[in-house]
């Protein structure tokens, strides 16, 4: 596939009785919002396997993917090209341990997380993920400065931020670049990302942090509808109300852009480019 079509990928599975695939969260999206009658017109009692990776899942759509796949086991892993794998979430964690990126991969003391001065963070305290793996790339490209970044000695991170709980499963927070610090506060734009979802006309969203001089910067959500919702002031407004009780009020946008789905730039693996998005609005 050139790009990814959801309905293709459901034929390719019920014409050649496919086990196994590998989706981000972005592709099972794609799927499960196909029209109820073409789903139900594709078998994919075929599949046995299923993993997803490359960026959180939110627990209502791991549920969705679990009731629509009904054969299927659905493991996660947490990884990046430069370090491998990382820690996996097994099938029979799925419901104990829903929004999970699972335990360390291989064995213990593989994975620590730091603060901003390179301390160990407490047990349920945000910190950015180091991992040490039998493998690791050696350098980025022609920059030393991101390289020196990465690095704790032996421990490497591709700038992703998690919570470890008790049990020693890890959650993944966002990525450290996404940031926001408003009126000194910090906002990670997946929680705000993931309550915006609960509402029903909102497809798909990414939350960005935008110049203010007040507050150093202000919250901004850009949303994808779902068909049948028209974008405008009153819907924005019933959005950002929707959330009141939700989140606290220095989480919750400023503002709300709407545009298209083609409009939202993604990577090659689904990945919104919140990097993108805030170039684009002045950020």
């Not at 196909?34 to 009692?45: A, Y």
């Not at 939110?58 to 990046?80: C, H, P, Q, V």
């Not at 990382?86 to 104990?96: A, I």
């Amino acid at each position: 596939m050139v790009s990814f079509d959801s309905e293709d990928l459901l034929t390719t599975i019920d014409e050649y009785k496919i086990t196994y695939t590998s989706l981000v969260p972005t592709h099972y999206r794609m799927i499960l919002d196909l029209p109820e009658e073409l789903k139900k017109s594709k078998d994919v009692s075929s599949i046995r396997q299923l993993l997803i990776s490359s960026a959180p899942a939110t627990k209502d759509l791991r549920l969705a993917i679990m009731d629509y796949f009904k054969n299927a086991e659905l493991w996660e892993a947490y990884g990046s090209t430069e370090g491998g794998l990382g820690t996996l979430l097994r099938p029979e964690d799925q419901f104990k341990k829903l929004g999970s990126i699972g335990k360390e991969i291989f064995g213990s003391d593989r994975i620590k997380l730091l603060d901003a001065d390179r301390n160990e963070v407490p047990e349920g305290d945000v910190g950015e993920l180091f991992y040490r793996v039998p493998c690791v790339f050696k350098e980025y490209f022609k920059d030393p400065e991101k390289t020196k970044e990465a690095f704790e000695g032996e421990w490497f991170s591709a700038g992703d931020m998690a919570i470890r709980d008790a049990d020693g499963y890890y959650t993944l927070v966002d990525r450290k670049a996404n940031m926001i610090i408003t009126g000194g506060e910090n906002v990670y734009p997946s929680e705000v990302e993931n309550v915006l979802k609960m509402h029903a006309p909102v497809r798909d969203v990414a939350v960005i942090g935008l110049p203010d001089e007040k507050w150093g910067e202000k919250i901004k959500a850009v949303l994808v509808l779902n068909d049948g919702y028209a974008p405008g002031e009153a819907l924005a407004k019933e959005i950002i109300d929707s959330v009141r009780d939700k989140i606290a009020g220095y989480k919750r946008p400023k503002s709300i852009d709407f545009i298209k789905e083609e409009e939202m730039p993604r990577t090659a693996t689904g990945k919104i480019l919140h990097r993108m998005l805030k170039k684009t609005y002045g950020g």
